[in-house]
């Protein structure tokens, strides 16, 4: 069954390829993109889970075990790239794009400053 099962994932992987800009390889120059890769990836994506439901089901009890601690791993490991990808491209955009909304230091520290108070600490006052 580990035969059918990598062979599952390789097929699942192309068919979400087909719902990116750059679309399904179909040559070393050429990809499929648009309508037509949306609906070959949707088909690949339905193959991909069907073998990796099969490969489940003609699995022994050991097997099955292991095919489930393999799917929590790559759960796993796919939510965390996205959420250290998600932080890197925010960070990147942040540099790149500040916010409008946020002061430069010295723009904040003016704005915590009390207004002077008129003979206060300067030569011209009455003492």
């Not at 990116?20 to 690949?44: D, E, H, Q, V, Y």
């Not at 790149?96 to 003016?110: D, L, R």
């Amino acid at each position: 069954m580990s035969g059918v099962l990598e062979l599952s994932f390789l097929i699942l992987v192309l068919g979400a390829k087909g719902f990116t800009r750059a679309g399904m390889p179909f040559s070393a120059k050429r990809n499929i993109t648009g309508k037509s890769a949306k609906i070959l990836g949707a088909l690949c994506v339905l193959l991909g889970l069907s073998g990796i439901g099969f490969a489940y089901w003609g699995s022994p009890p050991a097997g099955r075990r292991a095919l489930v601690s393999v799917g929590q791993g790559i759960l796993i490991g796919f939510v965390g790239a996205i959420l250290a990808f998600g932080g890197m491209v925010r960070d990147r955009l942040q540099e790149h794009h500040p916010s409008p909304f946020e002061e430069s230091a010295a723009e904040h520290e003016a704005t915590l400053k009390p207004p002077p108070i008129p003979g206060l600490g300067t030569d011209d006052g009455p003492w």
